[in-house]
């Protein structure tokens, strides 16, 4: 392919590493334009490598990329936002990856989704400037939504039947709440409350900066993210690793920070 | 790989699929290799087997700091010159060999076997967390240094430690980040460079 430049420049966030070889690491980005893309940046684990720190995982960066036989070459970084907050603050650091787990696990290689981009850096934005964490429920729906899989909540996901104010199935397999009569159909799932029902329709297309302010207790906070992981499992047909790994730090952490109720974070 | 040990004869097939196991060795590196052997000396050749064999019978993990080590404890646990009220936690053993070089540390070590990594699905009960947890609620221990690599993975997994030790009552500290010798400014990171900023000193 002789009219393919060689190398082409993009800006994307850092979604993962992997390290291979003595000093080489492989970077998985997902960019507006182009997506989600892996590329290799040699030496990058040497104290002295330029770019070294624009390519930490959780950074947005410019970056410029020569095509290579099997693996694209990262040739230049350069940071634009470093999201320093979401490195040194543990609970939010967990957030953030989780969000960039699930863009990992939900896009394909190479293929941009409108608006994804946009709505990952909307989270990387809020979690940096300390709202509150259960916006990443907001994420998940949103997320969801741009994949196909919006959850049908304004009426029955089967039959389309107006829903009561009461507690209402909730199935992955459906996709969405489901009235009473169809329940026999709608395999398993979980009764959501209707206060749960009515933060789920919210979280759906508002901005996640809304959604942050919106008081959301600790039994409430529970109720939607059990909800909510199990139309991802249904969907991505497995278990994201990162709630383990949330879990384990609210154990260690006890008391020190939960979703309900975030202490301010202005650290830039 | 099958095809690159068909028609070889059986010991050599064994050895060339023993090669390719090894990682970044592929089926003609692993060939390559097995006929390198076969033309080798036979004091070479054992010297290379029992080589092997030794260090997985004669190598263990220190049952104090988690080293590996010939014997338990290993030297740096049972040298008693060193200060086991304070000590330095790292990723891999062979960071010890870096802290040790610098000939500034003289406490004990830990070595965590890994760092936590969530993309991956590595927790904490992937690391030699819990060691280090019975070391210091033993309560000899006044300091931990975390002495992570300043990455993603590094940091959390030293705020992890910290998290878990605070209620201990113990001093957790954490390497100063900042430029590295022979760096050049102008690609330095945001973040690094706002570190070294924040932790400048008087000449």
């Known amino acids: ?268 | 790989m099958a095809e690159s040990t068909a028609g070889a004869p059986e010991p050599i097939a064994r050895l060339i699929e023993a090669f390719h196991k090894l990682p970044g060795i592929g089926p003609k590196s692993a060939q390559r290799l097995a006929y390198h052997i076969l033309r080798t000396s036979e004091q070479d050749a054992v010297a290379l087997a029992t080589a092997i064999q030794d260090v997985k019978q004669r190598i263990v993990l220190c049952s104090v700091c988690m080293n590996i080590t010939e014997s338990d404890p290993c030297a740096l646990c049972g040298d008693a010159r060193r200060d086991p009220t304070i000590i330095c936690v790292v990723e891999q053993p062979l960071d010890i060999l870096a802290v040790e070089r610098t000939g500034a540390f003289r406490g004990r070590y830990h070595v965590l076997h890994g760092v936590l990594n969530p993309m991956d699905g590595i927790g904490p009960e992937d690391l030699r967390v819990r060691e280090l947890l019975s070391r210091v609620q033993s309560g000899e221990v006044k300091e931990v240094i975390m002495a992570t690599n300043s990455s993603l993975e590094g940091e959390a997994t030293s705020m992890y430690v910290q998290r878990l030790l605070s209620p201990l009552g113990v001093r957790v500290t954490r390497l100063a980040r900042g430029l590295p010798t022979g760096a050049d400014l102008e690609y330095t990171d945001d973040v690094t460079l706002s570190r070294a900023l924040e932790g400048r000193q008087d000449f």
């Open chain 1, 1 to 268: 392919m002789p009219d393919r430049p060689r190398v082409y420049k993009t800006e994307g966030v850092i979604l993962r590493r992997r390290n291979v070889g003595e000093a080489d690491s492989i970077f998985t980005v997902y960019s507006d334009d182009l997506g989600k893309f892996d590329a290799v940046a040699r030496g990058v684990r040497k104290a002295r490598s330029r770019m070294r720190g624009h390519l930490e995982p959780l950074t947005r960066s410019r970056l410029l990329i020569a095509r290579g036989r099997s693996l694209d070459v990262f040739t230049q970084a350069e940071t634009v936002t470093p999201y320093r907050a979401l490195r040194e603050d543990f609970e939010r650091s967990a957030a953030a990856l989780y969000c960039a787990e699930l863009v990992d696990r939900f896009a394909a290689e190479h293929a941009p989704h409108d608006g994804l981009f946009a709505l990952l850096i909307e989270a990387f934005d809020a979690l940096q400037e300390g709202m509150a964490m259960h916006l990443t429920r907001a994420f998940e729906l949103q997320l969801l939504g741009m994949m196909g899989y919006e959850l049908q909540l304004d009426g029955c996901a089967l039959c389309g039947a107006k829903l009561p104010e009461e507690d209402t199935l909730l199935s992955p397999m459906a996709g969405g709440l489901v009235c009473r009569r169809c329940r026999g159909m709608a395999g398993a799932g979980r009764i959501v409350s209707v206060r749960a029902m009515k933060v789920l329709r919210y979280g759906r297309s508002v901005d996640l900066a809304s959604f942050a302010a919106i008081r959301v207790d600790e039994a409430l906070g529970h109720e939607l993210q059990a909800a909510l992981a199990d139309c991802i499992r249904y969907v991505l047909e497995r278990e994201p690793n990162l709630p383990r790994y949330i879990d384990e730090i609210r154990r260690v952490t006890g008391e020190h920070g939960t979703d309900a109720h975030a202490v301010p974070y202005n650290h830039q």
